[in-house]
């Protein structure tokens, strides 16, 4: 089984941050998007995967190289963003003689266990229940509980069941020419090629849909949801550094949970809960909660809360929440 992963996205709903770096290299709870992504794959014995890159895509090029040497990886460039199913058929070559693939889009983080996804006898994917399903691809279900059809951001939804990002195919060749039709004769949603028309039009030459339901859902596009996130992971075992493992800060208070990266010089400040700390970061004389911080960043005299400060960022003299991109100096002192 091989694991397709498109990441060409520019990831607009985060910027100033995904001017100079990719959404999917975002830290969340210690770790970057695609980290959790992966390593969830992985831990079920996928070893084969395409990345389909575009804006920034060396920079995850060279992440996924060296964290993840072990890996058989395919990096396939999209020229020009057109939608998911765009991407796809960009890389289909890579994966047309595949008995199925798992699709899984890279800047979600997903409760879900895998294996159930690959046991599963019939093409699947997973949904969650939402409040607004104005905003996703949304799926329709018939009087058994069937899926019958999947719209893309519907205006008026007739389900509020939502797809959150992950899919397993067996039927290869057959969504290779669906996506292939759709493309030739121009047929897009909403400016783009979209892949719940690709999955609509397998449905419609009989190809049976199982869903399975997650429990948490995460789509890291937005600074609240990435924070909440963030927050969320924090709060589970495994995720948040531990007392043990963390060098006494001069005159510091650590609040848990947090999450703080190596080499970093913290001193006269109080940190936490629920703050995610990069590597090499320095941080004088300030208070910080529920906010995420870069590598490389440097904070003095501050309080922040429910921020999300890039890498190599700037800051001195400020109470306030921020929303700071990369090699961002700010001075307000």
């Known amino acids: 089984m091989k694991a397709i992963i498109p990441v060409a996205g520019a990831g607009t709903r985060l910027r100033p941050h995904t001017y100079t770096q990719p959404k999917p290299l975002i830290p969340v709870a210690g770790k970057t998007i695609i980290s959790f992504i992966i390593d969830q794959l992985v831990n079920v014995g996928i070893k084969d995967y395409v990345f389909i890159i575009g804006y920034l895509g060396e920079k995850i090029q060279n992440y996924l190289e060296t964290q993840y040497p072990e890996l058989n990886k395919e990096f396939v460039q999209q020229s020009s963003r057109e939608g998911i199913a765009h ?40 949904v969650k229940r939402v ?55 121009d047929i897009r949603t909403h400016g783009e090629f979209q892949f719940t028309d690709a999955l609509m039009g397998m449905i419609e030459r009989g190809v049976k849909f199982s869903t399975l339901t997650v429990d948490n859902w995460f789509d890291c596009g937005k600074k609240e949801i990435l924070l909440e996130t963030n927050a969320m992971l924090l709060d589970r075992e495994g995720y948040a550094s531990d007392d043990l493992d963390l060098p006494a800060f001069e005159n510091t208070i650590i609040i848990h949970p947090v999450s703080i990266g190596k080499d970093c010089e913290i001193a006269n400040s109080i940190i936490g809960p629920h703050v995610t700390i990069g590597n090499n970061v320095k941080i004088d004389y300030s208070i910080i909660k529920e906010s995420i911080i870069g590598n490389y960043a440097s904070i003095a005299e501050v309080v922040l809360q429910n921020s999300l400060v890039g890498s190599d960022a700037a800051i001195k003299g400020l109470s306030q929440s921020l929303n700071i991109g990369d090699n961002t100096e700010i001075d307000f002192s």
């Not at 905003?135 to 329709?140: H, K, P, S, W």
């Open 87 to 126: 991407a796809l058929w960009t890389a289909k070559d890579s994966f047309r003689d595949s008995d199925e693939v798992i699709i899984v889009f890279g800047d979600t983080i997903i409760d879900l266990d895998i294996q159930s996804v690959i046991d599963e006898p019939t093409s699947c994917f997973c």
């Open 131 to 185: 409040k607004d399903p104005r905003e996703f691809g949304v799926v329709e279900f018939d009087q058994n509980g069937i899926v019958k059809k999947v719209v893309e951001k519907p205006n008026i939804p007739k389900s509020n069941m939502a797809m959150v990002g992950f899919y397993k195919i067996k039927e290869v060749p057959t969504l290779i020419d669906v996506i292939e039709f759709n493309i030739l004769n």
